[in-house]
């Protein structure tokens, strides 16, 4: 008799934004005159950079002919992508070699699928509030969780606690959902914490293309983490690939755990489950290191930026606590008057239309905040920061 | 400190393809006049469909505009899609509504974390020769596999045997290696030992376009399939996706195993590790079941199923037992005068110059066999078995 994986019953049914599509939709019904804008949503808006399609549009053609036809592509990835992501880690400081980096059809696949180089037996460490992949994917495989505090007596940048012994470490900066980002000596408190563990940092990277202030943008710009960290990364967020879907992973060669290397590992887990990523995808990957790409994916970011620091601005004029704005697409801020996360989306949905994440949905560090994001339009989020202070300051 | 997954020392480095690599290069450099032609690769050369194309670019163009721009894709796929492959479905007799239908970035992934859903405590049974992946994701895992026998006895088509218990079973028909299919007789006997057993089948249909005699195209075309069958199936031989990279998996509503729906665990699984598939690539997987996708697509299964029969035709006519050359892309065949797979490797790769894929690295049945694929030029085909006659009519 075929036996279903017992922990699939250990995961929460996560109702958060079926929740919220529930009340925005019963609202919407009720109140058809109101105009709601839509601030929840962590996925970008603005279309594909033109660099980027040129290249998609290319990689088709090339399918077309038999000369330049391509069939399986290799499981980590062509060199010229990977290559061109080395060359990017060069700009921030970050050593890593083309031959470290595997490209995958997402970041969320490889947070998921990574788990599998390790044993079930490890305590697993997560940061809340958390994106919910980093427990699920571990509940699945019947792993141990536990939970750093990130509260507002520390930024939201929760800190390793010596007393504490974990094995495998999800950190996530700049954080979904908090838009904290770690500095470069609390960064190194946690790379050393998992060297003098024997720990495995897992280091989501996801937003690292939102920095601007000298903040690292890899786990590798700090010493030692090569020897205890894999990052991974996307171009989702970097430069719109929510829809077109490539990451990238990076797992160093000097890795190693009982003396096996995790490369090795990953490589044989790609090559066994895996088989490479679109060839047209890749080359749009490439197009986005490009000096052309590059300006362009710039000039995306930096609407979304200015979103942000709209958003941000908003907090700072109404005295809220917050973190995120700058560094991140996230504004994560306490909800006045010390709403509950629910009380103050019913209160902005039914008050001012304006609909975001409440901070509950992310763990229990998130009880009375709240996420908005900056992925709206620019007239949506002018128009959404205008009816919130109007509100606010009734 | 973090644990390795200890079971993946478990699984057999498979140095077939790089011994392969390694002695046609060896002998390359040492007889550089001669022409060498490889027949042993199972990936597609013919460019991709047309309409395909166009409609990948269509999708890339699509990305470029605020309007018609794409962003995170729902875990299982587009409704167009999903409907496209259910009428597809219909065609060849079986039932699939769309809702049971996940669309993939490949059969591999796939049948690699389909394991996600299951307990570590299955036995899974695999026939012999086998495509690796079944073997490896399991032994991955830590389950025990066993092996049916698939022999020149049975025609390359192990059977259910009742004395032996089985919790998962992994069938590929039309089989990758062995070009065998399982007529409906035959898999109606594995669905009835599904049945009887509480097993799960995992139906790998990858090949099930080559299909042109009166043979089931599907699990799903067997009574009682549908409470204990999930197939999975790809665009990469159907259509040339190999590199482009799409495929689906069916988990129908009515499949449970201990009172849970595989359909929501598999849609857990997705939903918690994967992000979806690329827009560009879901507008040309629709693409392939429009008329003028279907007309081009047969025109290229065509080209190979020639191929395929060219090499039958030749195996007729030297007398030597095969399975495969029609309802496949494979010619499986027994090794003459008592060869070895490796010493007939060597003496086609020295006399004639041809590469092929010594059986014996598909398990202890395909020992003294041989596979020879589709996928050359015509005129690569008609050359190598010319030199084949020549050789053994000698």
Avoid at 297 to 303: D, F, I, Q
């Amino acid at each position: 008799m075929a036996k279903i994986n017992p922990y699939f019953s250990d995961i929460k049914q996560n109702y958060l934004f079926a929740e919220i599509a529930k009340r925005v939709n019963t609202f919407a019904a009720e109140h058809p005159e109101k105009s709601i804008i839509k601030m929840g949503i962590g996925d970008v808006t603005l279309p594909l950079p033109a660099a980027t399609v040129e290249a998609l549009k290319k990689g088709a053609e090339d399918l077309s002919r038999k000369e330049t036809f391509k069939g399986y592509p290799d499981y980590e990835g062509y060199d010229f992508v990977r290559n061109a992501i080395s060359d990017y880690y060069k700009e921030f400081g970050a050593e890593v070699s083309a031959d470290e980096i595997f490209i995958s059809d997402g970041a969320k696949s490889d947070c998921g699928n990574i788990g599998d180089i390790f044993a079930q037996d490890n305590t697993v460490l997560v940061t809340d509030p958390v994106y919910p992949v980093y427990v699920d994917t571990n509940l699945m495989s019947g792993r141990k969780i536990i939970y750093a505090d990130s509260n507002e007596a520390n930024g939201f940048a929760a800190m390793p606690d010596d007393n504490i012994k974990a094995d495998i470490i999800y950190l996530c900066s700049p954080n979904n959902p908090t838009g904290s980002a770690y500095n470069k000596e609390q960064l190194k408190a946690w790379v050393d914490y998992a060297t003098e563990n024997d720990a495995v940092i897992i280091y989501d990277s996801a937003y690292e293309a939102f920095i601007t202030e000298d903040l690292p943008r890899s786990i590798y710009c700090i010493e030692g983490a090569k020897k205890c960290a894999i990052e991974i990364c996307s171009l989702s967020k970097t430069a719109g690939f929510t829809g077109t879907r490539c990451g990238y992973t990076v797992v160093p060669k000097e890795l190693e755990r009982e003396g096996v290397s995790l490369y090795k590992l990953w490589y044989r887990r790609q090559a066994t489950k895996f088989n490479g990523v679109s060839w047209p995808v890749q080359c749009a990957a490439a197009a986005v290191f490009t000096k052309e790409g590059r300006r362009q994916v710039e000039e995306n970011l930096n609407y979304y930026r200015e979103n942000a620091k709209i958003i941000a601005d908003t907090m700072d004029e109404l005295g809220i606590f917050y973190t995120g704005g700058k560094n991140s697409p996230y504004v994560w801020f306490k909800c006045p008057n010390k709403m509950s996360s629910w009380e103050f989306f019913d209160y902005m949905l039914e008050n001012i239309g304006v609909v975001g994440t409440p901070g509950e949905g992310f763990g229990k560090n998130g009880e009375g905040f709240f996420r908005l994001t900056a992925f709206s339009s620019r007239e949506n989020t002018v128009e959404a920061m205008r009816r919130l202070k109007e509100l606010l300051k009734k």
